[in-house]
């Protein structure tokens, strides 16, 4: 068996979103290691020592793992989302309502053709999510 897991980058945000990510989906924060006392702390500039060398979320079915990139490196998020498939539909609008405040929404959580509820949106922090609830009702 094969696991798949997330990891994500960010710039100098990393502690706030992982701490938002697990008030919002729930699980337990593992690791939140941070540059300042690390052996790679020499590595960073001093504005740094505040980032997140590596942070785990662990979540019941997925681990959201993370860090800050070093200072001029970090790149945007692109090309990816994450994918969220709650069994309810009042789940799926919790969920929607507190990662999209403050986000990108690319399209608005609604019923579609293949779901329930769907939306996709860029969170304030640059991730990038897809909410998929349900099969639609068939007539």
């Not at 989906?25 to 702390?41: C, H, R, Y």
């Not at 979540?59 to 990139?69: R, T």
């Not at 309810?88 to 690319?106: C, F, N, V």
Request: aromatic share 10%; proline share 6%; hydrophobic share 40%.
């Amino acid at each position: 068996m094969m696991r798949l897991d997330v990891y994500l980058t960010f710039d100098g945000q990393c502690e706030e979103a992982m701490t938002f990510y697990q008030s919002v989906l729930g699980g337990k924060i593992e690791t939140m290691m941070k540059v300042a006392g690390s052996p790679a702390e020499s590595q960073y500039p001093p504005e740094a020592k505040d980032y997140v060398l590596h942070a785990h979320l662990q979540l019941q079915n997925l681990n959201i793992m993370a860090s800050d990139a070093p200072p001029a490196l970090y790149s945007k998020p692109a090309g990816m989302q994450i994918v969220i498939e709650p069994d309810e539909t009042d789940e799926a609008e919790r969920i929607y309502a507190a990662l999209s405040e403050g986000g990108a929404i690319e399209h608005e959580m609604t019923a579609t053709f293949f779901a329930k509820r769907y939306a996709m949106f860029a969170d304030r922090f640059g991730v990038r999510w897809m909410i998929v609830c349900g099969a639609p009702e068939q007539n």
